[in-house]
Protein backbone atom coordinates (compact mmCIF):
# COMPACT_ATOMS: atom_id res chain seq x y z
CA UNK A 1 0.00 0.00 0.00
CA UNK A 2 3.07 2.50 0.89
CA UNK A 3 4.81 1.65 -2.07
CA UNK A 4 1.93 1.85 -4.38
CA UNK A 5 1.63 5.44 -2.91
CA UNK A 6 5.49 6.48 -3.41
CA UNK A 7 5.07 5.11 -6.82
CA UNK A 8 4.69 8.86 -8.49
CA UNK A 9 7.28 10.14 -6.31
CA UNK A 10 9.83 10.63 -8.71
CA UNK A 11 8.03 12.49 -10.95
CA UNK A 12 6.93 14.73 -7.94
CA UNK A 13 10.34 15.31 -7.10
CA UNK A 14 11.26 15.82 -11.13
CA UNK A 15 8.04 18.39 -11.72
CA UNK A 16 8.43 19.84 -7.97
CA UNK A 17 11.84 20.81 -8.56
CA UNK A 18 11.56 22.32 -12.07
CA UNK A 19 9.08 24.35 -10.75
CA UNK A 20 11.15 25.69 -8.13
CA UNK A 21 14.11 26.41 -10.69
CA UNK A 22 11.21 28.22 -13.13
CA UNK A 23 10.71 30.54 -9.80
CA UNK A 24 14.28 30.70 -9.16
CA UNK A 25 14.77 32.05 -13.07
CA UNK A 26 11.83 33.92 -12.83
CA UNK A 27 12.56 36.40 -9.64
CA UNK A 28 16.47 36.31 -11.34
CA UNK A 29 15.40 37.63 -14.52
CA UNK A 30 12.27 39.61 -13.74
CA UNK A 31 14.18 41.69 -10.86
CA UNK A 32 16.52 42.59 -13.31
CA UNK A 33 14.05 43.69 -16.16
CA UNK A 34 12.45 46.34 -13.43
CA UNK A 35 13.94 49.35 -12.52
CA UNK A 36 13.89 48.85 -9.10
CA UNK A 37 15.54 46.73 -6.79
CA UNK A 38 12.75 44.71 -5.07
CA UNK A 39 14.73 42.39 -2.97
CA UNK A 40 16.32 45.70 -1.21
CA UNK A 41 13.20 47.58 -1.12
CA UNK A 42 11.46 44.45 0.56
CA UNK A 43 14.41 44.30 2.89
CA UNK A 44 14.21 47.91 3.45
CA UNK A 45 10.52 46.92 4.72
CA UNK A 46 8.97 48.84 1.57
CA UNK A 47 4.95 46.93 1.17
CA UNK A 48 4.51 48.15 -2.44
CA UNK A 49 7.51 46.20 -3.59
CA UNK A 50 6.76 43.23 -1.72
CA UNK A 51 3.05 43.23 -3.14
CA UNK A 52 4.20 44.01 -6.27
CA UNK A 53 7.10 41.19 -6.48
CA UNK A 54 4.52 38.21 -4.91
CA UNK A 55 1.93 39.14 -7.15
CA UNK A 56 3.59 39.02 -10.20
CA UNK A 57 5.28 36.00 -8.95
CA UNK A 58 1.90 34.12 -8.24
CA UNK A 59 0.86 35.60 -12.22
CA UNK A 60 4.05 33.60 -13.20
CA UNK A 61 3.25 30.70 -10.96
CA UNK A 62 0.10 29.92 -12.33
CA UNK A 63 1.04 29.11 -15.93
CA UNK A 64 3.74 27.10 -14.72
CA UNK A 65 1.56 25.42 -12.35
CA UNK A 66 -1.09 24.51 -15.44
CA UNK A 67 2.21 23.81 -17.50
CA UNK A 68 3.10 20.72 -14.54
CA UNK A 69 0.13 19.57 -14.78
CA UNK A 70 -0.42 19.58 -18.86
CA UNK A 71 2.53 18.88 -20.40
CA UNK A 72 3.97 15.79 -21.37
CA UNK A 73 7.71 16.06 -19.96
CA UNK A 74 9.76 18.17 -18.38
CA UNK A 75 11.23 20.41 -21.45
CA UNK A 76 7.78 20.92 -22.40
CA UNK A 77 6.86 22.31 -19.06
CA UNK A 78 10.27 24.67 -19.29
CA UNK A 79 9.48 26.24 -22.50
CA UNK A 80 6.00 26.86 -21.30
CA UNK A 81 7.50 28.71 -18.28
CA UNK A 82 9.32 30.40 -20.39
CA UNK A 83 6.89 31.35 -22.28
CA UNK A 84 5.19 32.41 -18.77
CA UNK A 85 7.88 34.70 -18.00
CA UNK A 86 8.14 36.53 -21.24
CA UNK A 87 4.30 37.39 -20.78
CA UNK A 88 5.16 38.33 -17.26
CA UNK A 89 8.03 40.85 -18.70
CA UNK A 90 5.26 42.39 -20.97
CA UNK A 91 3.01 42.48 -18.71
CA UNK A 92 5.42 45.02 -16.61
CA UNK A 93 6.03 47.21 -19.78
CA UNK A 94 2.41 47.21 -20.42
CA UNK A 95 1.44 48.34 -16.92
CA UNK A 96 3.96 51.21 -17.37
CA UNK A 97 2.48 52.90 -20.39
CA UNK A 98 -0.78 54.42 -18.31
CA UNK A 99 2.14 54.49 -15.29
CA UNK A 100 5.87 55.88 -16.80
CA UNK A 101 7.08 56.35 -13.84
CA UNK A 102 6.24 53.42 -12.10
CA UNK A 103 9.28 51.91 -10.66
CA UNK A 104 10.02 55.05 -9.48
CA UNK A 105 6.42 54.84 -7.23
CA UNK A 106 6.83 51.35 -6.37
CA UNK A 107 10.36 52.20 -4.97
CA UNK A 108 8.70 55.40 -3.37
CA UNK A 109 6.06 53.19 -1.53
CA UNK A 110 3.27 53.65 -3.65
CA UNK A 111 0.61 50.94 -2.92
CA UNK A 112 -1.84 52.03 -6.01
CA UNK A 113 0.89 51.03 -8.82
CA UNK A 114 2.25 48.13 -6.61
CA UNK A 115 -1.11 46.54 -6.77
CA UNK A 116 -1.77 47.83 -10.47
CA UNK A 117 1.51 46.08 -11.35
CA UNK A 118 0.56 42.92 -9.03
CA UNK A 119 -2.75 42.05 -10.06
CA UNK A 120 -2.29 42.81 -14.49
CA UNK A 121 0.66 40.26 -13.51
CA UNK A 122 -1.94 37.48 -12.23
CA UNK A 123 -4.51 38.39 -14.89
CA UNK A 124 -2.12 37.99 -17.55
CA UNK A 125 -1.02 34.68 -15.73
CA UNK A 126 -4.44 33.06 -15.39
CA UNK A 127 -5.16 34.30 -19.11
CA UNK A 128 -1.61 32.65 -20.22
CA UNK A 129 -2.46 29.08 -17.95
CA UNK A 130 -5.77 28.99 -19.20
CA UNK A 131 -4.32 29.37 -23.00
CA UNK A 132 -1.78 26.16 -22.84
CA UNK A 133 -4.29 23.68 -24.86
CA UNK A 134 -2.70 21.15 -26.34
Same mark, same amino acid.
Given at each position: ??????? =?L??F?L? +???????? %?L?? +? !??TR %???? *?? +???I? *????????A????? !? =? +? !??? %??S??M????V? *?C?I?? !?I??NVQ?? %?????????P????R??A =????P????G?S?V?? =??IN?????Y
Amino acid at each position: MILQSLA =GLPAFLLY +FCTGLIAV %VLYL +F !VYTR %VTRH *DE +FQLIC *DNHPAAAIALGLSL !V =G +F !VIP %VVSAIMHTVNVI *DCLIWS !VIALNVQIA %VYYIVKIPVPNLSARIAA =GELAPAIWLGLSSVAA =GAINAASMVY
